[in-house]
């Protein structure tokens, strides 16, 4: 048996990285997939799956139900729907949902080799009920935004001091890289 390689060892930090140099190079974000694109759920203009922008228009009989909660056209008031695909409309409730930030400013898509433990916005009291850490799924070579800030933010509202790991990822790094940051932050609570 020959000797195993020396693992690559990084200081795991809190708080937002600084670092610019996204995931994947910027000319390629068009490319991406739907799931980590997530036009419909990122930045402040409304979009579909798509990343058609939609528009705002009285809700009619004719159009199909709310994306997300399948309320139908029951509903009297505004929604947002999209021109180009006629299946994509939003009631106003599920308008005002929280967004993801825009990719630009995602902090689980930059910082490749600097693994971080990201806190939740909102604030818990001392007498917490616990620490999680929140590991978003992803393959290995991404890390899916909605499963990182915002479940760290449902259980911060639940009392839970909650935290989302970034860590290493493929194909630069591997499992036990992966697995090492995971150590590191449980360690760090």
Known sequence: MGKLPERRSRRLKVGRCTSQKPIVKRDRWPYLPNWIALYAERGSMPKCWEGHRLHREHCRKSH????????????????????KCPWWLICSQCASRPRLPSLRLDPLFFGPHTPRLLPSME???DGSRGSLIICPGGNYQFLVPHEGLPVAEFFAKQGFRAMVL???????YDFDDMQQDLVSAAAML
């Open 64 to 83: 199909p139900n709310c994306t997300y909660c399948e309320a139908g056209a029951k509903l009297r008031s505004n929604v947002l729907v999209c021109r």
């Open 123 to 125: 604030s818990v009291a």
């Open 166 to 172: 970034r860590y290493r990822l493929l194909p630069k």
